[in-house]
């Protein structure tokens, strides 16, 4: 059984920053890829950003590009997401979830309670 933890969230002007984090519980961190999805209100779910369990693979969606940085602490079982140039676009919960196996695409097994990101403009 794996919990994440989500923590950081909050309310910023447009252009500031925000860093969230995910604490998760469980041996099999270090192997599980980690993500970052996001859900606006009236809008799906969308996959945002993830790391592979070791690090050294990511992914970025298109619009968080260059914004957006993901990162992992294997050691103290922490995932990151560091939000700079924040749009009022990017309002929405977060959520953290994890997944075995590699790649993007599949069943992301377990999830955060996520964490209300909101951009004022």
């Known amino acids: 059984q794996v919990q994440l933890v989500e923590s950081g969230g909050g309310l910023v002007q447009a252009g500031g920053s925000l860093r969230l984090s995910c604490a998760a519980s469980g041996r099999t961190f270090s192997s599980s890829v980690m993500g970052w999805f996001r859900q606006a209100p009236g809008k799906e779910r969308e996959f945002v950003v993830g790391i592979s369990g070791s690090g050294g693979s990511t992914y970025y969606k298109d619009s968080v590009k260059g914004r957006f940085t993901i990162s992992r602490d294997n050691v103290k079982n922490m995932v990151y997401l560091q939000m700079n140039s924040l749009k009022p676009e990017d309002t929405a919960v977060y959520y953290c979830?994890?997944?075995?196996?590699?790649?993007?695409?599949?069943?992301?097994?377990?999830w955060g309670q996520g964490t209300q990101v909101t951009v004022s403009s």
């Open positions: 979830a994890s997944k075995t196996g590699s790649g993007w695409t599949g069943v992301w097994d377990y």
